[in-house]
């Protein structure tokens, strides 16, 4: 088997809460357009590879992952609708047949062939996409939380840039860095960390393990990262921009988290990139 | 938030050991490479207590479906057919567990050795051209990232060769 890495496209998503209001009062199985569809099955493979099993007990994650509640937890559909886009040959072919079907949409999350499909031809094939998903994941989390431009030349980045290039144990120094001024963070939130620092200002072609362990951190913790964003934005922008105020839009709001600091808070005032 | 098991330094020899290794996954951007990508998951794997300690798990996803077709074939491949040998799926799915992390547990479909993995497959689909198709990619994966999950290299042998007949067929 050949496997081509994934050519990024252009999608048209579609929100759950807008299609099941859509379709919640047709008493008989709808069939969906094509773009719904596409749009459903992305945000149930995300279901399915951020919750060890769908069940009463972790109904609120999956609602947050449904109803696309925090823009963290939304990149791994995201994902989802480019593996969707990719798709060729037999794994084409039978998504096309599932999206000629006809569904309910209350029940759409426990169809037993839809999720057969979700993993056979999606989740199954993690095992070789973690590296374009954790790659993907550094680069759209930081996308959503700090505004980069410029911040390549501030001083503290250019510094650090600077020990990557001369000094062989950089990442190791960065880590402890890290860990020295936010004692609070756990061990994979400091490699986290790192990892998208790495991505963002210094990154090779010989980051693959990086991606592969931010793919396994991801997937088991991505409810834990997005309760911990705030501390997680700040421990960043202490690390790109030490001047930086600190004391405000540290709040986790829904939907909305990724213009705190781009309106507020990275390019204004004291302390902003230096150009 | 904070663990207490960790020892960064440790993580970040095995991760500066793994990256000047210079395994490249995929092959001037356009494919994967399956031996890079299975040598550095080996190295993972070889370091997966470590990992573990700092709450990283390296296990990897696999449909039930195909954790029992991997089992099936690696146990009964010598057997031209099921019958007159016990089989208990419900060993074999504890099995299954342990060695991959299972999100889809639903096997409903799936009720004997025979509609999870079947002898003669060409026969057995003769009548249902999707299942078949399915049955097809459900092996593909098997096949070309196999030390992953076989440890039996003539089970793997024979696994592409009835991956070739249902091609075929």
Not at chain 1, 216 to 237: A, G, Y
Not at chain 1, 247 to 263: S, V
Not at chain 2, 118 to 144: G, M, Q, R, S, V
Request: negative net charge.
């Amino acid at each position: 088997m050949e496997l081509k890495v994934l050519d990024f496209k252009e999608f048209n998503h579609i929100k759950f809460e807008e299609i099941e209001a859509k379709y919640e009062n047709d008493p008989n199985p709808v069939k969906f357009t094509l773009d719904e569809f596409k749009s459903i099955v992305s945000l149930l493979f995300s279901v399915q590879y951020h919750t060890p099993e769908v069940s009463e007990e972790h109904l609120h994650n999956i609602a947050d992952i449904l109803y696309e509640e925090y823009p963290i937890v939304n990149i791994t559909s995201k994902f989802g609708r480019q593996m969707i886009e990719n798709l060729e040959n037999d794994y084409l072919e039978w998504m096309n047949s599932l999206s000629n079907k006809s569904y309910r949409i209350s029940e759409i999350i426990i169809n037993e062939e839809l999720n057969d499909f979700i993993h056979l031809a999606l989740i199954d094939y993690m095992i070789i996409r973690k590296f374009e998903y954790g790659k993907f994941f550094l680069n759209e989390w930081s996308k959503l939380f700090f505004n980069l431009d410029g911040y390549s030349l501030s001083m503290n980045v250019a510094e650090i840039i600077g020990v990557f290039r001369t000094k062989e144990d950089a990442f190791k120094m960065l880590c402890n860095k890290l860990l020295k001024k936010n004692p609070d963070l756990s061990g994979y939130e400091v490699l986290f960390l790192a990892f998208t620092f790495k991505e963002l200002f210094y990154k090779s072609d010989k980051d693959f393990v990086n991606y592969a362990l931010t793919n396994f951190i991801v997937r088991d913790k991505i409810h834990e990262l997005n309760t911990r964003i705030d501390t997680l934005k700040l421990s960043m922008i202490k690390e790109i921009n030490p001047n930086q105020k600190t004391n405000d839009n540290t709040h986790n709001k829904k939907n909305n988290n990724d213009k705190d600091i781009d309106e507020e808070g990275l390019n204004k005032g004291k302390g902003g990139p230096k150009r | 938030m904070k663990d207490i098991t960790y020892n960064l330094d440790e993580i970040i020899e095995i991760i500066k050991e793994i990256t000047d290794k210079n395994y490249c996954v995929t092959l001037k951007d356009t494919n994967f490479e399956f031996g890079h990508l299975l040598s550095l998951q080996k190295r993972l794997n070889e370091n997966s207590k470590i990992l573990d300690g700092f709450s990283i798990s390296i296990e990897e996803n696999l449909s039930m479906r195909r954790a029992l077709i991997a089992l099936l074939q690696e146990k009964y491949y010598t057997y031209n057919t099921y019958e007159g040998i016990e089989i208990k799926l419900s060993q074999l799915k504890n099995i299954a567990n342990s060695r991959f992390v299972i999100k889809n547990k639903d096997t409903r479909n799936f009720k004997t050795p025979q509609d999870i993995h079947p002898k003669n497959p060409c026969l057995h689909y003769e009548d249902d051209i999707n299942k078949k198709k399915h049955y097809k990619t459900a092996l593909n994966i098997l096949i070309d990232l196999n030390v992953l999950y076989y440890t039996n290299s003539n089970a793997h042998e024979n696994l592409k060769s009835i991956y070739e007949d249902i091609s075929n067929c």
